[in-house]
């Protein structure tokens, strides 16, 4: 077994530690979950100016950018995780992506800020910590479901090593889709850019697929408020998200 293990380890380091991911892409984009936070009972962070919920904005957006995917890629199955107005616990999100087997999950929500803060505004993307990868590891493990190739060994090592470099691929491919994200909301939306930063929300921490957690903007901050609040807004962050999208997909399939 430990024989196994090392020319297992010897192959995967041989094609690039970084482009690991081709293990389980298949190649195609043909799933993606978009996940509108909150909802229902949930309202989210609500707008100092106006009260707008965080709610009724990450809805709108979500289901703009998930049309945009429809009528490009008529081939891609879109998932939303909500399109009314309902309370999904955070682990029945991160569930539907991993039973419906995505290749992407997209969270979108807005942002306040701690009232002992300065003023902020904005919008921010986040990866999952490095080091909170252990339990996306274990999620895969047990789910099984995204990697596609044949396990050499039904032994917990062997799937291990292989739940682990998948792992380790994924998170190249969130940092890829981030600085997609990033660039096209620059460039699309009046929004600035706060930056991209690692974080362990649990519905990202317990995917089993490449994700990122989009906050769009500060509903503290009344430019940002009125902005995200706006139709012109929402499309324009929808757009942005779209154009990011396509561009990973191009890089995800040519693996």
Do not use: W
């Amino acid at each position: 077994m430990f024989k196994i293990n090392l020319q297992i380890i010897f192959i995967l380091l041989a094609f690039g530690f970084c482009n690991l991911s081709f293990l389980f892409c298949q190649n195609r984009l043909d799933v993606v979950v978009i996940d509108a936070g909150h909802g229902g009972k949930d309202p989210g962070t609500i707008g100092d100016k106006t009260g707008v919920q965080e709610k009724n904005i990450v809805l709108p957006v979500s289901i703009k950018f998930g049309t945009y995917i429809e009528q490009k890629y008529p081939a891609i199955r879109v998932i939303y995780t909500r399109t009314t107005d309902e309370f999904i616990e955070l682990r029945d999100r991160t569930k539907i992506a991993n039973d419906n087997r995505a290749k992407l999950f997209i969270s979108i929500h807005a942002n306040h800020k701690k009232l002992e803060e300065s003023q902020k505004n904005g919008f921010e993307i986040y990866l999952l910590k490095p080091e909170s990868l252990e339990e996306a590891v274990l999620v895969t493990m047990k789910e099984n479901i995204q990697l596609s190739y044949r396990q050499p060994g039904a032994d917990t090592i062997d799937n291990f090593i292989f739940s682990s470099l998948a792992q380790s691929g994924y998170y190249r491919l969130n940092e890829i889709l981030a600085s997609n994200i990033e660039i096209k909301m620059v460039n699309t939306t009046q929004l600035a850019s706060r930056g991209v930063f690692q974080a362990d929300y649990l519905v990202i921490r317990r995917s089993s697929m490449p994700c990122v957690l989009v906050e769009t903007g500060y509903l503290s901050d009344i430019n940002d408020e009125r902005y995200l609040s706006s139709e012109i807004g929402q499309n324009e962050v929808a757009l942005a998200l779209f154009q990011a999208f396509q561009n990973y997909k191009i890089i995800y399939e040519a693996q």
